[in-house]
Structures are given as C-alpha cells and as structure tokens.
C-alpha cells in the first residue's frame, strides 16, 4: 500500500476515494469529520465533493445513524454531562435528537461525584455528622462538576441535597 507523502502530487478521483475509504476504515467519520480530514491532506474541494457523494450513495456515509449510535454511546457511559454530550456531536457535525432530553444528568453527576469523592458512603456520612471527619469540599464538588459540563441547576441541587455533609 503506498501512502502520499508528497503534497505536490496529483489528486485524482480515485486516489482521493481511497484515501477516504481508509480514513472510514478504523471508526465511523460523519461527513463534515471526512471533508476536514481529507482538505487536511490538500485534497481540492470539487473531489471532496464527488467522493462524499459516492460514499453517500454506498451507504459508507450516513449521519443520521452515525449520530443514533454516538449519542447512545454517550448517554450508556453515563460519564458527562448534557452540555458535553451536545459539544461533542456539534464538534462532528452530528445532529442531537430529543432523546438527549431524557437523559438524567443529576444521577450522572451524584455517579460521577461517587467515584470520585466517594460521597455516598453510609459510613463516612455517618462520621461526618458526629464530627469524627472533615465536610465534603463545596468548592471542590462544584468545581468537579462545572468543569465537566453540568447544568448550574443540577450543581445547586447537588449541593442542597448534600448540604450538610458539605463546608
């Protein structure tokens, strides 16, 4: 397999296929992640053009479900926040469907906040509340969040629901 390393050599229609085909070999691309990476490589715009088309109509390029399984994939990890999840698909030019709107970001948050700060031990709660441990950080918690992404309301929630435990 030869690989252009020249970027004074001639694009053709077939050689710009190709090097599309094997940038969709190792992950899906949407179509505008395709279109950056091969201007990237000084392919002119008229064969990024011709070559999408192709690809569209081999059913190598489809958006629509490329956007399906990235969302689900986010929303399974259940590791960020709605902000982020919206960022990212903007980021590839993918559309966000309403069922982003169904996402429960606050039991992401408390998940997250778990793992990290293990904020949902029985027995640490308890020592907290008989003085024998220091507070949660407030400001680290909110810190923790806002840096990840989270809704201001669900950081204020967190934090009315944890009130106590925090300083």
Known sequence: MVFRTSKEEEWTFASAME??????G?????TLELRRKLSQRSVP??????????????????????????LRAYME???????YIREKMRERGLTVSYVLDDY?????????????FHISDE???AA?????????????IIY??????????????ICYEWGPYLE
């Open 19 to 24: 090097q599309a085909l094997r940038l969709l």
């Open 26 to 30: 190792p992950r899906s691309l949407s």
């Open 45 to 70: 715009s008229e064969l990024i053009h011709d070559v999408e088309e192709k690809l569209l109509s081999l059913s190598y390029l489809d958006d629509e479900e490329l956007s399906e399984e990235a």
């Open 77 to 83: 990890a259940e590791k960020h926040s709605t902000y």
């Open 104 to 116: 429960d970001e606050w039991s992401v948050a408390v998940k997250l906040l778990e793992q990290r």
């Open 123 to 125: 027995e640490r709660l």
């Open 128 to 140: 907290i509340e008989e003085g024998e441990e220091d507070k949660f950080s407030k400001k680290k």
């Open 144 to 157: 923790f969040l806002k840096n990840r992404g989270f809704a201001v309301s669900t950081i204020q929630s």
